[in-house]
């Protein structure tokens, strides 16, 4: 009887305090989480860059949709891709198409691309005593190539007459992970500087050895805030939030212009729209466009096996496409232009298999 | 009467099964079978890693080696990240192992004995530290300083030839091969302290006494007595601290820098084998996620053989101590 | 002559010997608190940092939608190292237990348990990113969308815990005095029978402080969950449905992502004190266990 109650001492705490936290959560969960029709989790990952427009309009949708829950795990826009395409997750963000191979390899049938928001990819940098800088394309691929060491070097005092400029080390922050940013940004060093430009483009590129990497746009941004003589490309709303200084650069048309929302608009205006909602605004031409202007697309499949979570894509998507683009000027991202816009809205009415065939390409143009 | 069988014992009737038999076929059984779960989960291991990772062993063949870890070219050779692995384990080993036999040394021969306990379970908290809230601290805290001092280091050397290629460029951000050996070798303090600790312990205190009867100081008597009997000993707890530290991921992911390549600039970025799977697999297809899941596969295999060359000096050790007196 | 030489030679030999041993005991002393420091600025640092956002609010609220700005706790991480710490540990101590019983008590020397043995020893070894990496391939994969969950991140730490419990459960059963189950085989009880009436109740202090130690382990892990259980922003509960969030994947993003921003970094410390309460609370219980283990056994 005593050695019984002996271990059986060790015994019941021990099985008390393993067991019931997993027991518990299942009856909790059992329990309390009520099934409502309507009721769905989304779960999606991938672009950073669209990553602080997914968080506010996320938060603002759950005021209005409580029982359906929206995580996004971000992770770069490759790791989108790639998890959407093993349908790991119900949707993804990513800054640049699949290329031609892989779009071969996504596994769930026919999906759409929902441009959400567009942005400006800033050109962030440190430099103490330097408030203001204009850089054009060939200057920033020289530097990103590693070509230009010193802040001081005679091509960016060219591009800046009259600013003194000293002579710190520059310090290129890139991406670590597969980045539409880094897409975007090199396709814009390409267009803009291809003599110059020699390291192609992609979401990611072979970057020289002795540079700087970050996680995510924000990894990237905190490099540049926490060392002197960095330089590195970062999405607008994270280098407001780090307070980061930006560089103003060289359009198509020749003027140096600031990363703006107004500029990124005036870009993605002129930019033509693909019939699977694809475009490419950089380089943009015009006056006032901003040359580095990102765009952004949310990939959705057409068929889901719970209908419950084509449902709550849809409203998700008609909400991004209502209210949702005036919390996109809330976090300093640029609205989609009018006829862009139709076209998305039009694209929703086809999740959820109300079209049919998976060879057939986007839908009729409005 | 003599000729009959004598009566079975009450309640065991011929041919029926003895009571308990069941249960206790039952439970060997079941313990077998919680054995062989260990069996198949490794082999299961084995098998899909080798098979998920196949595609980059035949793509590249033994480029697998060569240090041109490049995506965007379809270029997967791992030779920077196996450099990478071993510079990150072997500096962590190299800052870690005196101060380790330092502390097993002060707990078993200099520290009086009513202290010797709290010491014992201080290091061993050491131990309890989760790998990420290393990172974290190696990241937040111990960076930026370090990358000042690499660059003093660097700018003092600059003339020096060996060094100066050592030290050349130091990570602005202070994210290098270095800071990743130096939190490494932190958190492996504990386990080699406690492997030593238990080897100096087995000393047999007749010989300790006798060097001390001799008339040799304390530092003589560790020399003679200690470090002899336990050489095997401590050469196993460095090859286990060196396996941990090869397995390391989270701590080195946060503060080497990514950038795969061999290198003798150890102050300046790289990746290991751990790292780069973290940092890369979620967005990797194809190729390059064969080529991740190779790496594990490939730093798998090293820690395998690092551990069975450990277990075998161990099996010397014992076989040794249990001959002497 | 040489007699009058001798005493100087044999001092100042005398001499430099004591300066060798004063240096050495120096050198040994200063290797103790120079392990020290590190431990105490970073315990310092932890509870320091993590102080300004630790509190009520910061452990009983859910994630805020954007880990970049103030605002919300961890709950939802906390639940999930809970819930998902406490299935791994639901599957692997009671089958680590048993093997660690198959290999004392029936195994022995022979080959299947020599083999059982070093492959244990082999899994111990295992990199957690390489047991991450295997759970994602053949659990989370195929079962797509609802791969990601909290009970993907279990498996992987299971498999992480299995080889340990295995370990420690035999080395305890191997203290147990072979005389207490012959005293018992001799009474006429059973193999199994034994085990459970005499080997366990002597064992089980010392199986559960292992089991603990496992678990305070395992509960720091973060490589193995990063590929299988997705991440949440609201508290989940089930193990089973749905991706979830665990304390050090939390402060690994807060550190690696958003680690620019001050927010994040308080939010990284304020959950790494949380996680450190823990597994020192794991690891504390499990030494009072042993030690009242050790106590009871000297005095048998």
Same mark, same amino acid.
């Given at each position: 009887?005593?050695?019984?109650?002996?271990?059986?001492?060790?015994?019941?705490?021990?099985?008390?305090?393993?067991?019931?936290?997993?027991?518990?959560?299942?009856?909790?969960?059992?329990?309390?989480?009520?099934?409502?029709?309507?009721?769905?989790?989304?779960?999606?990952?991938?672009?950073?860059?669209?990553?602080?427009?997914?968080?506010?309009?996320?938060?603002?949708?759950?005021?209005?949709?409580?029982?359906?829950?929206?995580?996004?795990?971000?992770?770069?826009?490759?790791?989108?891709?790639?998890?959407? &395409?093993?349908?790991?997750?119900?949707? =993804?963000?990513?800054?640049?198409?699949?290329?031609?191979?892989?779009?071969?390899?996504?596994?769930?049938?026919?999906?759409?691309?929902?441009?959400?928001?567009?942005?400006?990819?800033?050109?962030?940098?440190?430099?103490?005593?330097?408030?203001?800088?204009?850089?054009?394309?060939?200057?920033?691929?020289?530097?990103?190539?590693?070509? $230009?060491?010193?802040?001081?070097?005679?091509?960016?005092?060219?591009?800046?007459?009259?600013?003194?400029?000293?002579?710190?080390?520059?310090?290129?922050?890139?991406?670590?992970?597969?980045?539409?940013?880094?897409?975007?940004?090199?396709?814009?060093?390409?267009?803009?500087?291809?003599?110059?430009?020699?390291?192609?483009?992609?979401?990611?590129?072979?970057?020289?050895?002795?540079?700087?990497?970050?996680?995510?746009?924000?990894?990237?941004?905190?490099?540049?805030?926490?060392?002197?003589?960095?330089?590195?490309?970062?999405?607008?709303?994270?280098?407001?939030?780090?307070?980061?200084?930006?560089?103003?650069?060289?359009?198509?048309?020749?003027?140096?212009?600031?990363?703006?929302?107004?500029?990124?608009?005036?870009?993605?205006?002129?930019?033509?729209?693909?019939?699977?909602?694809?475009?490419?605004?950089?380089?943009?031409?015009?006056?006032?466009?901003?040359?580095?202007?990102?765009?952004?697309?949310?990939?959705?499949?057409?068929?889901? &096996?719970?209908?419950?979570?084509?449902?709550?894509?849809?409203?998700?998507?008609?909400?991004?496409?209502?209210?949702?683009?005036?919390?996109?000027?809330?976090?300093?991202?640029?609205?989609?232009?009018?006829?862009?816009?139709?076209?998305?809205?039009?694209?929703?009415?086809?999740?959820?298999?109300?079209?049919?065939?998976?060879?057939?390409? =986007? !839908?009729?143009?409005? | 009467?003599?000729?009959?069988?004598?009566?079975?014992?009450?309640?065991?009737?011929?041919?029926?099964?003895?009571?308990?038999?069941?249960?206790?076929?039952?439970?060997?059984?079941?313990?077998?079978?919680?054995?062989?779960?260990?069996?198949?989960?490794? =082999?299961?291991?084995?098998?899909?890693?080798?098979?998920?990772?196949?595609?980059?062993?035949?793509?590249?063949?033994?480029?697998?080696?060569?240090?041109?870890?490049? !995506?965007?070219?379809?270029?997967?050779?791992?030779?920077? /990240?196996?450099?990478?692995?071993?510079?990150?384990?072997?500096?962590?080993?190299?800052?870690?192992?005196?101060?380790?036999?330092?502390?097993?040394?002060?707990?078993?021969?200099?520290?009086?004995?009513?202290?010797?306990?709290? $010491?014992?379970?201080?290091?061993?908290?050491?131990?309890?530290?989760?790998?990420?809230?290393?990172?974290?601290?190696?990241?937040?805290?111990?960076?930026?300083?370090?990358?000042?001092?690499?660059?003093?280091?660097?700018?003092?050397?600059?003339?020096?030839?060996?060094?100066?290629?050592?030290?050349?460029?130091?990570?602005?951000?202070?994210?290098?091969?270095?800071?990743?050996?130096?939190?490494?070798?932190?958190?492996?303090?504990?386990?080699?302290?406690?492997?030593?600790?238990?080897?100096?312990?087995?000393?047999? &205190?007749?010989?300790?006494?006798?060097?001390?009867? /001799?008339?040799? #100081?304390?530092?003589?008597?560790?020399?003679?007595?200690?470090?002899?009997?336990?050489?095997?000993?401590?050469?196993?707890?460095?090859?286990?601290?060196?396996?941990?530290? @090869?397995?390391?991921?989270?701590?080195?992911?946060?503060?080497?820098?990514?950038?795969?390549?061999?290198?003798?600039?150890?102050?300046?970025?790289?990746?290991?084998?751990?790292?780069?799977?973290?940092?890369?697999?979620?967005?990797?297809?194809?190729?390059?996620?064969?080529?991740?899941?190779?790496?594990?596969?490939?730093?798998? =295999?090293?820690?395998?053989?690092?551990?069975?060359?450990?277990?075998?000096?161990?099996?010397?050790?014992?076989?040794?101590?249990?001959?002497?007196? | @002559?040489?007699?009058?030489?001798?005493?100087?030679?044999?001092?100042?030999?005398?001499?430099?010997?004591?300066?060798?041993?004063?240096?050495?005991?120096?050198?040994?002393?200063?290797?103790?608190?120079?392990?020290?420091?590190?431990?105490?600025?970073?315990?310092?640092?932890?509870?320091?940092?993590?102080? #300004?956002?630790?509190?009520?609010?910061?452990?009983?609220?859910?994630?805020?939608?954007?880990?970049?700005?103030?605002?919300?706790?961890?709950?939802?991480?906390?639940?999930?190292?809970?819930?998902?710490?406490?299935?791994?540990?639901?599957?692997?101590?009671?089958?680590?237990?048993?093997?660690?019983?198959?290999?004392?008590?029936?195994?022995?020397?022979?080959?299947?348990?020599?083999?059982?043995?070093?492959?244990?020893?082999?899994?111990?070894?295992?990199?957690?990113?390489?047991?991450?990496?295997?759970?994602?391939?053949?659990?989370?994969?195929?079962?797509?969308?609802?791969?990601? &969950?909290?009970?993907?991140?279990?498996?992987?730490?299971?498999?992480?815990?299995?080889?340990?419990?295995?370990?420690? #459960?035999?080395?305890?059963?191997?203290?147990?005095?072979?005389?207490?189950?012959?005293?018992?085989?001799?009474?006429?009880?059973?193999?199994?029978?034994?085990?459970?009436?005499?080997?366990?109740?002597?064992?089980?202090?010392?199986?559960?402080?292992?089991?603990?130690?496992?678990?305070?382990?395992?509960?720091?892990?973060?490589?193995?969950?990063?590929?299988?259980?997705?991440?949440?922003?609201?508290?989940?509960?089930?193990?089973?449905?749905?991706?979830?969030?665990?304390?050090?994947?939390?402060?690994?993003?807060?550190?690696?992502?958003?680690?620019?921003?001050?927010?994040?970094?308080?939010?990284?410390?304020?959950?790494?004190?949380?996680?450190?309460?823990?597994?020192?609370?794991?690891?504390?219980?499990?030494?009072?266990?042993?030690?009242?283990?050790?106590?009871?056994?000297?005095?048998?």
């Amino acid at each position: 009887m005593k050695r019984i109650t002996g271990y059986l001492r060790w015994l019941v705490p021990t099985a008390l305090i393993v067991g019931l936290v997993p027991l518990g959560g299942a009856i909790a969960s059992a329990v309390g989480a009520p099934a409502q029709g309507g009721s769905a989790t989304l779960n999606g990952s991938g672009s950073t860059f669209q990553q602080p427009y997914n968080e506010a309009v996320t938060g603002a949708f759950k005021q209005k949709n409580p029982n359906v829950t929206i995580n996004y795990s971000g992770g770069g826009s490759g790791k989108g891709r790639q998890d959407f &395409s093993d349908q790991v997750v119900d949707f =993804a963000g990513t800054d640049a198409p699949y290329s031609a191979a892989d779009a071969a390899n996504v596994k769930g049938g026919k999906y759409f691309y929902f441009p959400t928001v567009a942005g400006p990819i800033t050109v962030s940098y440190n430099l103490s005593g330097v408030k203001k800088l204009q850089l054009s394309a060939e200057t920033l691929a020289k530097i990103f190539q590693g070509d $230009i060491k010193t802040w001081d070097d005679p091509a960016i005092k060219a591009d800046n007459p009259g600013v003194k400029l000293p002579s710190t080390a520059i310090t290129v922050a890139h991406r670590s992970d597969s980045s539409g940013t880094t897409q975007n940004f090199t396709g814009f060093l390409a267009a803009a500087a291809p003599t110059a430009w020699t390291l192609g483009t992609g979401s990611t590129v072979s970057w020289p050895a002795d540079q700087q990497a970050g996680q995510g746009n924000p990894g990237v941004g905190q490099i540049v805030k926490s060392t002197d003589g960095a330089i590195g490309y970062v999405d607008f709303s994270d280098a407001k939030a780090l307070k980061l200084k930006f560089a103003s650069v060289k359009n198509k048309a020749g003027k140096f212009v600031a990363p703006t929302v107004k500029a990124t608009t005036a870009a993605v205006e002129k930019a033509q729209v693909n019939a699977d909602l694809t475009y490419n605004p950089l380089n943009a031409a015009g006056a006032s466009a901003y040359p580095i202007a990102s765009p952004t697309w949310i990939l959705v499949y057409q068929n889901y &096996s719970d209908a419950a979570k084509a449902t709550a894509l849809k409203n998700f998507l008609n909400y991004i496409y209502g209210n949702g683009q005036k919390v996109a000027s809330q976090v300093d991202y640029a609205p989609l232009p009018k006829n862009l816009l139709d076209k998305a809205k039009a694209q929703v009415k086809q999740v959820g298999g109300t079209s049919s065939g998976s060879t057939s390409s =986007a !839908p009729a143009s409005t | 009467m003599a000729t009959d069988a004598p009566a079975l014992p009450a309640g065991l009737t011929k041919g029926k099964r003895p009571p308990g038999l069941i249960a206790d076929r039952g439970f060997r059984i079941l313990a077998l079978a919680a054995g062989l779960m260990v069996l198949v989960i490794l =082999a299961l291991i084995a098998i899909y890693t080798t098979r998920e990772a196949w595609p980059w062993f035949s793509a590249e063949r033994l480029g697998i080696f060569s240090d041109n870890w490049d !995506p965007a070219h379809q270029h997967f050779g791992a030779g920077g /990240l196996i450099y990478g692995t071993l510079l990150v384990a072997g500096v962590a080993v190299l800052l870690s192992l005196p101060i380790s036999v330092g502390i097993a040394l002060f707990v078993t021969d200099v520290a009086p004995e009513r202290i010797r306990r709290p $010491i014992v379970y201080t290091v061993d908290l050491l131990a309890a530290i989760p790998s990420v809230v290393y990172g974290l601290w190696a990241l937040l805290v111990l960076a930026e300083p370090l990358a000042s001092l690499f660059q003093t280091i660097s700018d003092a050397t600059a003339s020096i030839p060996i060094l100066s290629t050592l030290f050349a460029n130091p990570s602005a951000s202070g994210k290098s091969f270095m800071t990743a050996g130096i939190i490494v070798a932190i958190m492996i303090t504990p386990i080699i302290t406690s492997i030593t600790r238990e080897v100096f312990a087995t000393v047999p &205190s007749a010989q300790k006494e006798a060097a001390l009867a /001799l008339g040799a #100081t304390r530092w003589e008597m560790i020399r003679g007595a200690v470090f002899p009997h336990s050489r095997s000993g401590m050469v196993a707890g460095t090859m286990i601290g060196l396996g941990r530290a @090869m397995g390391e991921t989270i701590a080195i992911a946060l503060v080497i820098g990514s950038s795969p390549r061999i290198t003798a600039n150890i102050f300046g970025p790289g990746d290991t084998l751990a790292s780069i799977i973290a940092n890369q697999f979620g967005e990797a297809s194809g190729t390059h996620r064969a080529a991740l899941i190779g790496c594990g596969v490939v730093l798998f =295999a090293i820690t395998i053989l690092i551990s069975m060359a450990a277990r075998a000096v161990v099996a010397r050790t014992d076989r040794r101590s249990a001959g002497t007196v | @002559m040489s007699a009058s030489a001798m005493p100087l030679t044999q001092s100042t030999r005398k001499g430099r010997r004591e300066l060798k041993n004063a240096v050495a005991t120096a050198l040994i002393v200063a290797s103790f608190v120079v392990a020290l420091i590190p431990l105490t600025f970073i315990l310092v640092y932890v509870v320091r940092a993590g102080m #300004t956002v630790f509190g009520l609010n910061f452990l009983t609220e859910d994630l805020p939608f954007s880990n970049r700005f103030e605002g919300g706790g961890i709950y939802p991480a906390i639940v999930g190292t809970l819930v998902i710490t406490g299935t791994a540990t639901a599957m692997a101590v009671p089958l680590g237990i048993l093997g660690g019983v198959y290999l004392n008590e029936y195994g022995g020397h022979g080959i299947f348990a020599r083999l059982v043995r070093f492959l244990a020893d082999v899994m111990t070894g295992v990199p957690s990113i390489v047991m991450g990496l295997f759970i994602y391939t053949i659990w989370v994969l195929p079962r797509k969308e609802s791969g990601l &969950s909290g009970f993907a991140g279990a498996l992987a730490l299971g498999c992480l815990m299995l080889p340990i419990v295995i370990r420690t #459960t035999e080395e305890i059963l191997k203290l147990v005095p072979d005389e207490l189950r012959e005293g018992s085989y001799a009474l006429g009880t059973r193999k199994a029978q034994t085990i459970r009436r005499v080997v366990f109740p002597s064992a089980a202090p010392g199986i559960v402080s292992g089991a603990l130690l496992g678990v305070a382990r395992v509960a720091g892990e973060t490589a193995p969950l990063l590929f299988t259980i997705g991440i949440v922003s609201a508290a989940n509960w089930n193990v089973f449905d749905g991706p979830n969030t665990a304390l050090p994947q939390q402060i690994y993003i807060n550190a690696s992502v958003f680690g620019g921003f001050d927010a994040a970094q308080n939010r990284a410390w304020g959950g790494a004190l949380a996680l450190i309460l823990i597994v020192f609370l794991f690891t504390l219980v499990a030494r009072v266990i042993s030690a009242v283990y050790a106590r009871r056994s000297a005095a048998v």
